[in-house]
């Protein structure tokens, strides 16, 4: 063997010995993270900032962490519809309440904010398994209130929190009434060539080209791509084309796997949406499209629209 070919054969197995090392000691910090830098782990505002009504909830999973939640409720009070937010990987709760705020004014919905194992003042670490779980407690929490309205409860999950809600609706068809997934990834998998590009040879999923050695190492792959196909409920696809972390092709593939099966999708792209901000971003558009959606399929006859602006738009169906 040549030296070229020797050094070559070191480097390739040097990368795949880090690769290795990395992934065991450090993914799920890659994966998750609640403590944004510079920030405490503990909420900087509770909704009583923005003047809503709400109620601290206290759950447990069916492992027994304790975890803890917000239902924040439409004043004045409806029965529906009831909002199961799931957030994105970074930071807590209290950070997405501007969002939910606007939420509730333009839905007239409540909402249901869990904090992940981990995360905000839950017990426990993260994990897919235990987050799976944290997320059916609190769904089987909301079916079990008298002040919400069970037929018309609907996830909402950005990035990983549509990860998330993919998982609960697939294993819950009965309860969940619809999903709205803004700015999501096909899969960790898929993900973690974007996040260390020098493991894209050894790690990737369907579309990597690589040998893949050490997707057998990750713990948490949320591969939405392999649930997507097999929920039923209708499923609103919401992508901002500026997403500067997770590629919005990643939207267009988990649209059209569902598509395959489900005639009840809806897929939406808003031009100047980054990650985070495309609910701001795209304006009156963004939340219109959440109203007619929500008219279509969740059946709420508190939505009353006089015009339907957004049949000028085009939707993939």
Not at 16 to 34: H, K, N
Request: charge should be neutral.
């Amino acid at each position: 063997m040549t030296s070229w070919m020797k050094a070559l054969a070191y480097g390739a197995g040097g990368i795949a010995v880090v690769g290795m090392a990395t992934l065991v000691a450090f993914q799920e910090r890659l994966v998750y993270v609640p403590v944004l830098p510079g920030l405490s782990r503990a909420y900087t505002i509770t909704p009583s900032r923005f003047h809503l009504d709400y109620e601290d909830v206290w759950l447990r999973s069916s492992d027994g962490v304790r975890l803890h939640a917000w239902f924040l409720k439409h004043s004045p009070p409806v029965l529906g519809p009831t909002i199961l937010f799931f957030q994105e990987n970074a930071g807590n709760i209290a950070h997405r309440l501007e969002f939910v705020r606007i939420m509730m004014q333009k839905l007239h919905c409540n909402v249901f904010m869990l904090s992940y194992r981990g995360y905000g003042a839950s017990d426990g670490y993260p994990s897919q398994h235990g987050i799976t779980k944290d997320a059916q407690a609190a769904l089987d929490h909301l079916c079990n209130r008298s002040d919400v309205d069970s037929s018309r409860i609907v996830i909402f999950g950005r990035s990983l929190g549509g990860a998330v809600g993919s998982v609960l609706a697939w294993n819950n068809p009965d309860k969940v009434s619809a999903l709205i997934l803004e700015n999501t990834f096909t899969s960790i998998l898929d993900m973690a060539g974007i996040m260390l590009p020098f493991l894209k040879w050894f790690i990737g999923g369907r579309g990597s080209k690589g040998p893949k050695v050490l997707n057998c190492l990750v713990r948490s792959p949320w591969s939405t791509i392999d649930v997507i196909g097999k929920i039923k409920q209708p499923i609103l696809f919401l992508s901002g084309l500026k997403d500067e972390l997770v590629p919005p092709s990643h939207m267009r593939v988990l649209y059209d796997k569902a598509a395959e099966h489900n005639n009840q999708c809806l897929f939406f792209d808003f031009p100047d949406g980054m990650h985070m901000d495309t609910w701001f971003s795209a304006g009156d558009r963004y939340w219109r499209t959440i109203q007619l959606f929500l008219h279509q399929y969740v059946q709420d006859s508190r939505l009353n629209f006089k015009d339907d602006p957004m049949e000028k738009d085009s939707a993939a169906k």
